[in-house]
C-alpha cells in the first residue's frame, strides 16, 4: 500500500484545459470552459477535479492550456493556494489537438516525467486513482483506460419490427457498453515516436490510443462502475445531479 502511495506522489496528474468550449456558447465567448462554475459554492470545474486528485497524493499537475489559458492562470496560479503544484504548457499552432498539446508537454521534459495521469479537464467522476495507478503500475501498462461499465443513450431508442411498427420504446435506456470517459494512465515514453506516424496534430483517444494498439502496445482497462459526468456541452450541465456528486465535490472536503 505504501508503495502505491508513493507511485502516486511522484507522478503528474496532466489536466486537459485548452479547448474551446464551442457546446458552451455563449458562456464561453468570456469564460473559459475548465472554469465553469460546479455545485454550491461554485467553484470552477477544474478546481473540482485538483481537489479531488489532491485527495489521493497527487501534487503535481500540469495544465495544458489555450483558449482565454490567462483567465486559469490569474486564478489557480502556481497552484500554491491549494497546496499544489501547478505549471502550464500553452497550445501553439504546431502542436494541436489533446494529443499534440500532451506532446508538446513531453518534449518539455522538466514539465512531465515517465508516468502521468491524463485527465479531460469537462470530467467530474469520483474514481479510486490508487487503485488506478495501482492496477496500471501491476500489468506493467503502456496505457491504461478508465472506461465506464454502461452508457445512458441520450435519446429515445426504438425497436421496430419487419414491416416497420414501432413495437417498444425506452426513453434514453442504459446499455451495457464499454465507454471511455477521458481519463487515462499513461507512459510517456510511448510519445517519443509517436511524431514520425501521427505528427504533431492529433488526438489522444481518436488518434493515439488507437494508433498504440496496432503498434503493440500494451493498452487496459480499468472499470469504473460508479457514476460520472461529461461536462462538455450547456445540455449535460443543467442536468448534474449535485445530490449524488457531492462526495466528489470540493466543499465536502
Known amino acids: 500500500m505504501a508503495s502505491h502511495r508513493a507511485d502516486l506522489c511522484n507522478i503528474s496528474a496532466v489536466i486537459l484545459a485548452g479547448g474551446e468550449g464551442t457546446r458552451f456558447k455563449p458562456y464561453t465567448d468570456i469564460v473559459p470552459k475548465p472554469m465553469i462554475p460546479i455545485g454550491i459554492e461554485e467553484r470552477p470545474?477544474?478546481?473540482?477535479?485538483?481537489c479531488w486528485l489532491?485527495?489521493?497524493?497527487?501534487?503535481?499537475?500540469?495544465?495544458?492550456?489555450?483558449?482565454?489559458?490567462?483567465?486559469?492562470?490569474?486564478?489557480?496560479g502556481d497552484g500554491s493556494h491549494h497546496g499544489v503544484y501547478i505549471k502550464y504548457s500553452l497550445d501553439d499552432e504546431v502542436y494541436q489537438g489533446t494529443g499534440g498539446a500532451l506532446l508538446k508537454a513531453y518534449k518539455t521534459r522538466a514539465i512531465i516525467g515517465d508516468t502521468v495521469l491524463v485527465w479531460y479537464g469537462d470530467i467530474l467522476a469520483p474514481i479510486n486513482v490508487e487503485n488506478l495507478v495501482s492496477f496500471h503500475k501491476g500489468e506493467s501498462a503502456d496505457a491504461t483506460l478508465v472506461v465506464s461499465n454502461k452508457y445512458q443513450v441520450p435519446v429515445g431508442v426504438a425497436k421496430i419490427d419487419n414491416t416497420g411498427n414501432v413495437i417498444e420504446l425506452s426513453e434514453k435506456p442504459w446499455l451495457e457498453l464499454y465507454v471511455t470517459i477521458g481519463v487515462l494512465a499513461f507512459e510517456t515514453h510511448v510519445l517519443k515516436y509517436v511524431e514520425d506516424s501521427l505528427g504533431s496534430a492529433f488526438d489522444i483517444m481518436g488518434d493515439l490510443v488507437p494508433w498504440m494498439i496496432r503498434k503493440g502496445y500494451k493498452v487496459k482497462a480499468f472499470i469504473h462502475r460508479d457514476l460520472w459526468?461529461?461536462?462538455?456541452?450547456?445540455?449535460?450541465?443543467?442536468?448534474?445531479?449535485?445530490?449524488?456528486?457531492?462526495?466528489?465535490?470540493?466543499?465536502?472536503?
Do not use: A
Not at 459526468?229 to 472536503?253: A, N, P, Q, T, W
Open 54 to 76: 489532491k485527495r489521493f497524493c497527487i501534487s503535481n499537475f500540469v495544465l495544458l492550456v489555450g483558449y482565454r489559458w490567462k483567465q486559469i492562470r490569474n486564478y489557480f
Open 45 to 50: 470545474i477544474l478546481e473540482h477535479i485538483i
Open 229 to 253: 459526468y461529461d461536462v462538455g456541452s450547456l445540455e449535460r450541465y443543467v442536468k448534474i445531479d449535485y445530490e449524488k456528486i457531492k462526495h466528489f465535490l470540493c466543499e465536502s472536503m
